[in-house]
């Protein structure tokens, strides 16, 4: 759910009413159950974008940032964006291990249209091809919407689930 406050954004007077740093903090309450091995790694990083979404979710921080220089805005979305490679990956690896290769195929496929979002602002911002700027965010905001439409979709998956849910969850059948 904190990815879907990070995606949504309801302006109120230059401010985000759906400020990321909630976000941010949501998502650091769902990786602390995640079973996968990088949960340390993605607690840090997770840990960062709140520090750096709470830096920039003050509207004049926001502003200079992007009238300063459009490749500082980049910048400031780094840990985001490795958050969520990160976690694409480790949900993919985990998804192979119990199996669900479809799974696995959908969250490599995202992992791999993020590390693009990741890598696309600096070659539109260092070639100059400002035409492209409007593209760039719609794509990096699509990746992420379908990021979020995943992790919805796969969430009761038992490889998806705390190891404690999983054999709560065997019991009861």
């Known amino acids: 759910m904190g990815l879907v406050v990070v995606l949504l954004t309801a302006s109120v007077n230059g401010y985000d009413a759906l400020p990321d740093p909630i976000g941010w903090v949501l998502v650091l309450v769902g990786l602390g159950p995640l079973p996968v091995p990088q949960r340390g790694a993605l607690q840090a990083l997770a840990a960062v974008s709140l520090v750096v979404s709470v830096a920039v979710w003050v509207p004049s921080a926001r502003e200079a940032l992007n009238v300063t220089d459009d490749s500082l805005a980049w910048a400031a979305s780094i840990p985001e964006i490795l958050t969520l490679v990160v976690l ?28 693009v979002v990741l890598l696309l602002p600096p070659v539109v911002l260092g070639g100059g091809l400002d035409s492209l700027v409007v593209a760039t965010a719609v794509f990096s905001n699509l990746s992420l919407l379908l990021l979020v439409v995943l992790l919805f979709c796969y969430s009761a998956r038992p490889w998806a689930l705390p190891a404690a849910d999983v054999v709560e969850d065997r019991k009861g059948r």
């Open 88 to 115: 694409s990956h480790a949900l993919a690896e985990i998804a192979r291990s119990a199996g669900d290769h479809r799974a696995r195929s959908w969250l490599l496929t995202t992992r791999l249209l993020l590390v």
